[in-house]
């Protein structure tokens, strides 16, 4: 039962030099993390599938000290800024939004109806932008009558929103009053993370109100929206400082609670490091539902997949392996239901899957030479299918599921493509692999049968056993054979140096088969071929000459071809300044589309074209 909020706060006097031992340990650490030693000179060891069973919970708060005090931890640090939150808006007109049946693109997410937290969002009415610590809700629909509404200002990290119909959901990761603190040798006082959920009813776009405020004791690691539910994963550290736990808090407007340590699940494992991970089921429509959790004493939470049904939180472990915790869902309902163990590190969400009943992970080990592994668990997170040693010594650069088949980009001075069949999970296979040049990051399913890879192209190096990266490649592959796939085509942007956000985050990147639209974002870098009078060496860098956002035209009856580019910057300042890393806030990071209207965001601008032309239709300055 939640209770009326306290003041309480914890004291952890923590010397400064441990402080900063503890932290270069866990770097340390973590580059050996999610590796394991599988083989060596051709000798093989027997991979560790551990099914942990059921967790059990502390019996009591005493049992719960005792146990992270025979542990190994290390603390991590991290810090925030604080500021109150303000409320601005730039119209007083009132705003309502209108049913209109608009055709609008949505977020590039991995499940069908499991929303991914992101940095702009539409309803095909409206778009909702963070721009540094601002959300700003701005008229997206007509294109002509485009305008700012309103804005909120926090002052403070903004993870990212989702919308659900009249109720707009924002996660900041700040400080409150009551939190755990750091006295340091010279006095100063610093406060552990915590995360805010605010929902706002935005019925009146021009005038949100607070309808609902909760912070959580913790950073924030992820979050997904199911239906009415935000499912929110924090995570905080579990340790000892001078005889006391700091247990996790949620506040939830005037209620709080302190979770129990009887009311935390954990494995009777020894781990590096361990952390609270605390996962919330939020109803976003009705600010009276109490928030449902679950806590679970976990090591350091790496990556999380969430179906429909299921939350799937990994977390690396001894003997170098990924530990793999499963929760159920359903209408806000939480329940834990295993834990099991697979050998390796987990590259991100795409490397896991559900389907009927099964989970797949594909995981990689780097101890001497890399190999990737491919695991098929059964409800009860129990190994029953395998595949070991998948392309041994190059490295794994993207994965994806797709219904009963599995494909996998690996690299080292090729790329191949991997076929791999799922029908039986209890016997996995390759049906066939595709070498070229080149690697994919990111494989993105274009229909049942073709798989679009972005990535880089490559040039094997003269000097040794690898390849020099060169532009952006956008690849177009067919899998209908299962044992021959094929590249139908390809297309390079720029020269080495050439980058794109879409590379490690796949809601950078917008897709419409039906249109036949691809549109990324692009740092484009050029090399000057006079300086090179012998040649452009593979290795030679370019400089930046461009930011902005590539439209391409993808079809299997023409290939990819770009069909032009826009961009937000006036001049090439920020470029010239920019030196090895650029940085701008003219920078496009998103497009979405509404109709035939093409928006693309940057922190400053949002610009409309026609979708058709590219011309520009109007501009949205983001003050």
């Not at 239906?227 to 005037?254: F, H, K, M, N, S």
């Not at 939020?282 to 109490?290: A, P």
Request: proline share 4%.
């Amino acid at each position: 039962m939640l209770r009326k909020v306290q003041s309480y706060s914890f004291n952890l006097y923590v010397k400064r030099s441990k402080i900063l031992s503890m932290g270069i340990l866990a770097l340390i650490l973590g580059s050996a993390l999610g590796v394991t030693l599988f083989s060596l000179g051709g000798v093989y060891f027997e991979p560790i599938f551990t099914n942990l069973g059921p967790l059990q919970r502390f019996s009591s708060y005493e049992e719960l000290k005792a146990f992270l005090n025979t542990s190994s931890q290390y603390v991590p640090w991290g810090s925030y800024y604080r500021d109150q939150i303000t409320f601005d808006f730039e119209a007083t007109l009132s705003i309502t939004k209108t049913p209109v049946p608009l055709d609008y693109s949505t977020t590039n997410i991995q499940v069908a109806g499991v929303d991914e937290i992101d940095v702009v969002k539409t309803d095909g009415e409206f778009l909702y932008v963070v721009s540094g610590k601002s959300v700003f809700i701005v008229r997206a629909y007509p294109a002509e009558d485009a305008e700012v509404l309103s804005r909120l200002d926090f002052n403070k990290a903004i993870n990212g929103l989702f919308v659900n119909t009249d109720k707009l959901v924002i996660l900041t990761g700040a400080f409150n009053p009551h939190q755990i603190r750091f006295f340091v040798e010279d006095d100063a006082v610093y406060d552990l993370p915590s995360t805010d959920i605010m929902i706002y009813d935005i019925a009146n776009r021009s005038t949100p109100t607070l309808d609902r405020n909760m912070t959580v004791n913790g950073s924030y690691f992820n979050s997904r929206m199911i239906a009415d539910y935000v499912y929110v994963i924090i995570t905080q550290p579990a340790y000892v400082r001078d005889g006391e736990v700091a247990l996790p808090a949620i506040i939830d407007d005037d209620r709080a609670v302190t979770v129990s340590a009887t009311n935390i699940y954990y494995s009777n494992v020894s781990d590096y490091y361990y952390a609270f991970t605390n996962i919330l089921a939020i109803n976003t429509q009705n600010s009276e539902e109490e928030a449902a959790y679950e806590t679970v004493l976990t090591g350091s939470a790496s990556n999380l997949y969430v179906s429909q049904t299921s939350i799937y939180i990994t977390s690396f472990g001894f003997e170098e392996t990924t530990t793999i915790h499963k929760i159920n869902i359903e209408a806000g309902d939480i329940t834990y239901v295993a834990t099991g163990n697979v050998t390796g590190y987990v590259l991100n969400q795409f490397s896991m899957d559900e389907y009927q009943d099964y989970f797949r992970i594909a995981t990689t080990v780097h101890t001497f030479s890399s190999q990737t592994h491919l695991y098929v668990l059964n409800s009860s997170l129990h190994v029953v299918g395998v595949i070991e040693g998948i392309a041994p010594g190059e490295d794994l650069h993207s994965a994806r599921f797709m219904g009963d088949k599995c494909y996998l980009v690996t690299f080292k001075k090729i790329d191949p493509l991997f076929v791999i069949d799922l029908t039986d999970p209890e016997a996995p296979q390759i049906l066939g692999k595709l070498k070229v040049p080149g690697y994919s990051d990111y494989l993105h399913p274009y229909d049942g049968t073709h798989l679009i890879g972005i990535g880089k192209e490559t040039v094997e190096a003269k000097e040794g056993d690898f390849a020099w990266y060169q532009g952006v490649k956008i690849s177009l592959f067919d899998v209908s054979d299962v044992s021959r796939p094929t590249e139908l085509d390809k297309t390079e942007i720029g020269d080495r140096g050439t980058d794109s956000p879409a590379l490690s985050d796949h809601k950078a990147l917008l897709f419409s088969k039906d249109k036949h639209l691809l549109v990324l974002p692009i740092l484009l870098a050029e090399i000057d071929e006079a300086q090179y009078p012998n040649g452009v060496p593979a290795s030679a860098y370019g400089n930046f000459v461009w930011q902005g956002a590539y439209v391409l035209d993808v079809s299997l009856e023409h290939g990819i071809t770009v069909k032009g580019t826009i961009t937000h910057m006036g001049d090439n300042s920020d470029l010239l300044r920019s030196g090895y890393y650029f940085e701008s806030s003219y920078a496009v990071k998103r497009a979405v589309y509404v109709e035939n209207v093409l928006y693309t965001i940057s922190d400053k601008t949002i610009k409309l074209n026609d979708l058709d032309t590219l011309l520009e239709i109007n501009e949205v300055e983001l003050a």
